[in-house]
């Protein structure tokens, strides 16, 4: 089983920046990608960015430049360095790790709530 604890969210002006971190526990195997995902009322859940075990990363078009995911494979804690933040990414942001073997596995964080004024 694993357990995902996010925090970091919160209050922020447009403009400014943000910095989420999510930390696993339980079985966390070389395999499992992690990453963040985002929804806002009304709308689906959609990927944020995701980063493997060896560093790769997949960072939606909507956000690239601005924000910046990275990865502590010992602490077994990913965090979404977000800047330059816009009103439209207000949404609960939901930390997730993908386990794939012979089925697709996913894990979700709680979520934290960040909202962008403007």
């Known amino acids: 089983q694993v357990h995902l604890v996010e925090s970091g969210g919160g209050l922020v002006q447009a403009g400014g920046s943000l910095r989420l971190s999510c930390a696993a526990s339980?079985?966390?195997?070389?395999?499992?990608?992690m990453g963040w995902y985002r929804q806002a009322p009304g709308k689906q859940r959609d990927l944020v960015a995701t980063?493997?075990?060896?560093?790769?990363?997949n960072v939606a078009d909507s956000v690239k430049g601005r924000f910046t995911i990275s990865r502590d494979n010992a602490k077994n804690t990913v965090y979404l360095q977000m800047n330059s933040l816009k009103p439209e990414d207000t949404a609960v942001y939901y930390c997730?790790?993908?386990?794939?073997?012979?089925?697709?596995?996913?894990?979700w964080g709680q979520g934290t709530q960040v909202t962008v004024s403007s």
């Open positions: 997730n790790l993908r386990r794939v073997g012979f089925s697709i596995y996913d894990y």
């Open positions: 339980g079985s966390i195997f070389s395999i499992d990608s």
């Open positions: 980063i493997s075990t060896g560093g790769r990363t």
